[in-house]
């Protein structure tokens, strides 16, 4: 695909795109503005650009009449770059010049690191907990008649040097009919103990040689998704992947609700249920994707925060929700994966990352073992931003880790027009800080529906920015825009008017729902400042930032800072790496080496109870402001909070 | 109870018996013989006798005259010992003295040895396979939440020095609810490991203290029938027992014809079910009778032979029957018993006994452990005597064995009245050389029904030592009387009349059936003699002889030497251990440190197939004679032959 460099009038800004990027998009990265409050359907006709060099595709409609058309005007919402492009933006689509060059600077984003294979090669790491071995026994005679069993394991010893092996009933069932179907020809699966002086296990037998054919599950199971991963373990790649929201949803959005639930009679296995349903669905999916059958499957490693452990493990989750917040348990033996209802035939073992404490889970020790925390020198902040947010600091040395409740707004929880990150939701945002005219971008480019976490803080950090709120998130009630109302007693912005969204209603961002942004966001943030405080250190000791999970994966770093969710720090210290629990169970599918590991990591995770440590709440408190009540924490956007008031 | 003295006349031989043994039975124990052929249920009246001296009770009948009554006439067989006696056999009733004072030696009876209890605590190893710890966890604070396995395993390393400990899930599921029974006061039930560098696991954890009861099942699933013990682990008592046929005796008698069920379409299931099944009845038996609940068992130990054991655990048992008998495993993992359908709560786990070969099973690997033979100094020969013969010759130095398939003879099978012991079933006789009017005496003294395999035994000796039938089995066919006759081609002896019988037809032992009896002792006879005569071993080297299983038990050593069956040698030597299989669940449910040299006994036990040995055809054809071709292998029967002959 090409890359085309596409520059804005009169802002005289240049950015390069890849071809096909929506030209309003395209405009948000490059710090311009554009009026549109239709999301980028083509609805509102407000993002009138014009075409001055170059082509664009689409970007015509009805809005638009044929002079318009003939003078290059274009819907910058429906129009992608097709080539190198000069757009000039109309007086009515932008600002005041001088304001916005000091306002919009280009977006920052975070390096997007994955897990490198290669890497692992190269370590010699790549060493899957379960590895296939072609043997060809001696076929039994009258004076060599040892049990099939003794053969194979005598075999496997003087051939393989394979000591102390063990068997499991299923296998030990399966073993005579096997060994004769291709002449006592076969296929051993080894299974690798994880712990010092554990026993190597024969999983499965079957006839002839299957070495070439020898796959993992890895699946990373949310509170809200659910994600499988099929791994080839002899190549390494992910054959196939899939997710889906976890049945549970229906039972309660939250971990706390769902311990509720499970509470309530038959809760428990209802829930266990339910998940299992969904990791059958995925287990399904990804198998018909690459047409691999589920007998060629050796384990299963989930990964899954403390409640989604227990639950699935139909452990009772109720004390996770009650002082002192005991877990059954943080370390989990293998367990046949179809004893607990996975369609698995007997041989896969499924294997559980384990958790550190009732809120720091096995989606975060997955998380550090898949970013290699625990194996850099770096000092290192790992977060999992979400209703429950995950802390940890550290390097190989050491790891502390906190959680904090940041309640469901970066999940669109407790917002008025809050929703999820799906179809119809307002992701981006920008304003124009004359008319107070916003630019508003949906996933999926539809009319909105509603407002997701990322757009909500983008939101409020533009609001802030731009004085349209103060450091308390209050309206300023001064300003001269139908915009700005009061609705029933509470002060709201119109997004986008009825006409123009999909739910027939004025969309509007209240006062109410940036309280409950700042609350989040404070309790995200005084966690940070109360962990590193705890480790005696500041943000400026850590060499790296590290956003895990797949709110992670939308929030603009700078609008982040900018309202104090994150602390402010060069962004070039910050990395995304999405899903960090599903990379852990990658990992851990590929390596026995970090299975062994893991236990070790996990005991080296010190648990702070925040709601132990005194100061979290005076860090609250201080952080129930934009971005805080001690602006020298966030010296840049102070820099350009009084370069705006001084120009 | 008191012990008489009874004098019979006019053989003038004394013997000593307790109070209320019956008069017929004491004569046979003397050696004295009294004609009867009802079996000793006052019907056929032959058994008159005078009592000179002293009481009886009963052997009052309508068969008897009130003169009679009035003289001091009883029937041997009704009248039981009531005080010191003195018996008069009557003409009719007793045989000639000159030749009885020859032919009948008193009755030489085994030791019957069983295992010492107290023995084994004093020499420290009374340590049972699982054990009840008590503790009081301290309770979880806001500062000390540890997860509850965490708390549960730490206080058990620091307190109890448990290291490595593992638990199963369903212990994990257990341990939240019972912890806060009873303010984190629990009973936690280790299972110990069999292995070196085995790892203890918490299989149960309980609210309060129960170390008090803590109990285990051992069971021996033999093909006939199976026995369970339910023991005391505290005291190392047996607190109830109970044993029943096998329910897969209907779908065939002996290993062959089950492994021939077992591959037909759904076989095995079916038989693994309904062994199950009479499982489950023996257990809920043993707790009826104990009043013991499931959950106060630990764990249950099972020894049976191959074939029982593989069906047992659904193993394809068919190769066991087919060149070159290779069985499919010989050591089995412990395994949840609730998973092969036990009556049994989820804890309990299932230990099995190692088998040496196909047909060298669990049952003798039991048997030499709780015999003791892999501790002794003494060189001993262990036989199982059944269908299935299995020998083994060692002592805790080395080890050999073998088996040899008998035939059903023993067990009343191919035997034309054969039948099992039990009611009905002549396990007695004798016989008057002059007339040849037998005495003939049943298990529950009631008319005879058929024969079973010690009265089989009895018979042929006794017919061959008095000269009725010759070394090949062949009746004399000069005898002058209606009991030896030749009915449809075939000589036999006819032992009750139809009317003396349960059957109403006339009851006979057939020159086809004495055949059928030679060949079974013949294979069991050189078996031994091939096993020794491997190991480079003679009778006269073996210090004792252990004779095991239900046959073993009620088997006269005389008449089993006679026939050839056993070699012959000293009685003193020769101990009655019963259910050897039985006698060692119950010691590896006791000590653990059985439990721990089993392994390494099953290794030092070597194999002999004899079918592959070419020395075992000649000595099974040189045992097809009464004793065998070679009687100076018998000196003492040859030297009471030839005293017979001269006189």
Redesign the interface.
């Known amino acids: 695909m090409n890359s085309y460099s596409v520059r804005f009038l009169p802002h005289d800004r240049e950015i390069t795109v890849q071809e096909g990027e929506s030209l309003i998009r395209t405009a948000l990265e490059a710090g311009v503005h554009v009026n549109a409050s239709c999301g980028g359907e083509g609805v509102c006709g407000k993002c009138r650009v014009k075409i001055e060099g170059g082509e664009v595709e689409g970007g015509i409609s009805e809005k638009l009449s044929g002079e318009d058309l003939e003078q290059g005007y274009r819907l910058a919402c429906t129009a992608t770059v097709a080539s190198d492009l000069t757009v000039r933006i109309p007086v009515e689509s932008t600002v005041d010049h001088s304001v916005l060059n000091k306002q919009y600077t280009p977006r920052k984003t975070a390096r997007i690191r994955q897990m490198n294979f290669e890497e692992l090669k190269e370590q010699g790491l790549f060493v899957p907990p379960a590895e296939k071995v072609y043997l060809e026994l001696p076929v039994?005679?009258?004076?060599?008649?040892?049990?099939?069993?003794?053969?194979l394991v005598s075999f496997l010893k003087l051939q393989n040097d394979e000591h102390?092996l063990?068997?499991?009933?299923p296998v030990?069932?399966k073993?005579?009919?096997v060994l004769r179907q291709e002449g006592f020809k076969v296929t051993a699966t080894l299974a690798r103990p994880v712990n010092e002086?554990g026993k190597t296990r024969i999983i499965n037998i079957e006839p002839g040689d299957t070495t070439g054919r020898n796959h993992a599950v890895a699946m990373d199971i949310g509170t809200t998704t659910v994600y499988g991963q099929l791994i080839d373990l002899i190549t390494g790649e992910v054959v196939a992947e899939h997710g889906n929201f976890n049945g549970q949803i229906s039972y309660g959005e939250d971990v706390i609700s769902r311990i509720v639930y499970a509470e309530k009679g038959d809760g428990l296995a209802r829930l266990q249920e339910v998940v299992i349903g969904t990791i059958n669905g995925i287990l399904e999916k990804i198998l018909k994707k690459s047409g691999i059958g589920a007998n060629e499957i050796s384990s299963i490693t989930l990964a899954g925060n403390t409640t989604m452990t227990q639950i699935l493990?139909?452990?009772?989750p109720?004390?996770i929700r009650r002082?002192?917040?005991?877990?059954?348990?943080?370390?989990?033996?293998p367990?046949r994966a179809a004893?607990l209802g996975m369609d698995f035939p007997e041989h896969v073992t499924a294997l559980f990352y384990p958790?550190v404490?009732?809120y720091v889970g096995g989606d975060i020790v997955a998380g550090i073992m898949g970013a290699g925390v625990y194996r850099t020198e770096k000092l290192t902040l790992y977060m999992d931003i979400g209703t429950n947010a995950e802390i940890v600091v550290g390097n190989r040395e050491w790891l502390a880790c906190a959680a904090c409740s940041a309640g469901p707004a970066f999940e669109g929880g407790g917002i008025k027009f809050g929703m999820r990150a799906a179809k119809g939701a307002i992701e981006d945002f920008s304003i124009d800080p004359s008319t107070l005219e916003p630019m508003v971008i949906t996933i999926g480019s539809v009319r909105p529906k509603g407002i997701c976490g990322s757009g909500l803080i983008t939101m409020a950090a533009v609001f802030f920015e731009t004085g349209i709120i103060d450091n308390r998130g209050k309206f300023n009630r001064d300003l001269d825009t139908p915009r700005i109302r009061e609705t029933d007693g509470v002060w709201e912005y119109v997004v986008s008017w009825a006409d123009e969204t999909q739910i027939e209603r004025d969309l509007t961002l209240t006062e109410t729902d940036i309280d409950n942004l700042i609350r989040a966001k404070g309790a995200m943030y005084s966690g940070v400042m109360t962990l590193l405080a705890e480790v005696g250190l500041t943000i400026g000791d850590l060499d790296q930032i590290i956003l895990a999970g797949g709110f992670g994966s939308y929030v603009d770093l700078d609008k982040a800072m900018t309202i104090g969710l994150l602390p402010e720090t060069d962004t070039d210290k910050v990395i995304f790496v999405g899903n960090g629990s599903l990379m852990g169970a990658k990992m851990s599918s590929l390596t026995n080496r970090i299975r062994k590991d893991v236990t070790e990591v996990t005991k080296m995770m010190t648990n702070f109870?925040l709601?132990?440590t005194p100061s979290y709440m005076d860090n609250y408190i201080a952080a129930l402001f934009l971005p805080h009540t001690d602006l020298g924490l966030f010296p840049e956007l102070s820099a350009r909070l009084a370069s705006r008031k001084s120009s």
Do not use: C, F, M
């Open positions: 039994p005679t009258a004076t060599d008649n040892l049990s099939d069993v003794t053969r102390g063990q068997l499991t009933l030990i069932q073993i005579p009919k002086g493990l139909g452990i009772d109720s004390h002082a002192p917040y005991v877990p059954a348990s943080t370390l989990y033996p367990i004893d958790q404490s009732s109870e709601s132990e």
